[in-house]
């Protein structure tokens, strides 16, 4: 059974900076896109950014573009998102999966951006 394990977030500033990492155990997941989700109170989970299984293509969110880079390290089965100039509309539980999301969602990791 895979196992995604989101850590990284936190409280920041606004127009602080975060790295969020997602661990995959039980299984391999370098063949498969992976993206990070984002989930505010009271709002739907959305996307926010996605690599292929390479990491030679990436694609975000126009909420984010700019401001948060996706990566990945195969060898590490892990997964990475550095989020610079970050706003409090960025406050959220994000998460991993592959994209589509085939895997179970794991608990995410909080951040919480102070204006």
């Known amino acids: 059974q895979v196992q995604l394990v989101e850590s990284g977030g936190g409280l920041v500033q606004a127009g602080g900076s975060l790295r969020l990492s997602c661990a995959a155990s039980g299984r391999t997941f370098s063949s498969y896109t992976l993206g990070w989700f984002r989930q505010a109170p009271g709002k739907e989970r959305e996307f926010v950014a996605a690599?292929?299984?390479?990491?030679?293509?990436?694609t975000t969110a126009d909420s984010v573009k700019g401001r948060f880079t996706i990566s990945r390290d195969n060898a590490k089965n892990t997964l990475y998102l550095q989020m610079n100039s970050l706003k409090p509309e960025d406050t959220a539980v994000y998460h991993c999966?592959?994209?589509?999301?085939?895997?179970?969602w794991g608990q995410g990791t909080q951040v919480t951006v102070s204006s």
């Open positions: 999966n592959t994209r589509p999301a085939r895997m179970t």
């Open positions: 690599i292929s299984w390479s990491g030679g293509s990436t």
